[in-house]
T-cell receptor
Framework: ETGVTQSPTHLIKTRGQQVTLRCSSQ?????VSWYQQALGQGPQFIFQ???????GRGNFPPRFSGLQFPNYSSELNVNALELDDSALYLC?????????????FGSGTRLTVV | GQSLEQPSEVTAVEGAIVQINCTYQ??????LSWYQQHDGGAPTFLSY????GLEETGRFSSFLSRSDSYGYLLLQELQMKDSASYFC???????????FGDGTTLTVKP
């Protein structure tokens, strides 16, 4: 089975620009969650998608938005980038109802906003 | 509010046993998970406790006490490759999301 793949691995953007990050979930998983991880901190929950609908959202502004596609892959879009958006963005797939199997994380996209 | 507390750093020697504690505060608690993350890598799922007690998986064990809002990860026969950050995370009934602590950096010395 394939794991979670994210693209791109690294990205540099200018303040005010928009960015789209992509994630392909692990085979058999139907839920995708996005996390932001700043240096030296734990992952912070952005939102989760299940059956192509947002299924919970963390404390992030509306300029963070997402999509889930019929094949369970997902996108994270961030508009009007700010310097503080610089972080590692992690996509995690899981099977709803299978909490005891945990999340499978991708290796992340390192976003730098200058 | 929701929060997790875990020590920021732990140091131990190769072959030893180390325990990383985690206390949490949340409503609608569902279970406690543990993840390992090496520098530059993705978090990797280690264990999940939904019920009180000890879960053992090889050299790693995890414990949960729901009444005390407390859990720990026990690592035995430490190896150099165990040097990493360890995160506890609770899952609550709100859409099944996991909320992570800030992690404990474990350094294993020869």
């Amino acid at each position: 089975e394939t794991g979670v793949t994210q693209s791109p691995t690294h990205l540099i953007k200018t303040r005010g620009q928009q960015v789209t990050l992509r994630c392909s979930s692990q085979s058999g998983h139907n839920t995708v969650s996005w996390y932001q991880q700043a240096l030296g901190q734990g992952p912070q929950f952005i939102f989760q998608y299940y059956r192509e609908e947002e299924n919970g959202r963390g404390n992030f502004p509306p300029r963070f938005s997402g999509l889930q596609f019929p094949n369970y892959s997902s996108e994270l879009n961030v508009n009007a980038l700010e310097l503080d958006d610089s972080a590692l963005y992690l996509c995690a797939s899981s099977f709803s109802g299978g909490e005891d199997y945990g999340y499978t994380f991708g290796s992340g996209t390192r976003l730098t906003v200058v | 509010g929701q929060s997790l507390e875990q020590p920021s750093e732990v140091t131990a020697v190769e072959g030893a046993i180390v325990q990383i504690n985690c206390t949490y505060q949340t409503s609608g608690f569902y279970g406690l998970s543990w993840y390992q993350q090496h520098d530059g890598g993705a978090p990797t799922f280690l264990s999940y406790n939904a019920l009180d007690g000890l879960e053992e998986t090889g050299r790693f064990s995890s414990f949960l006490s729901r009444s005390d809002s407390y859990g720990y990860l026990l690592l035995q026969e430490l190896q150099m490759k165990d040097s990493a950050s360890y995160f506890c995370a609770f899952t609550n009934t709100n859409a099944g999301k996991s909320t992570f602590g800030d992690g404990t950096t474990l350094t294993v010395k020869p």
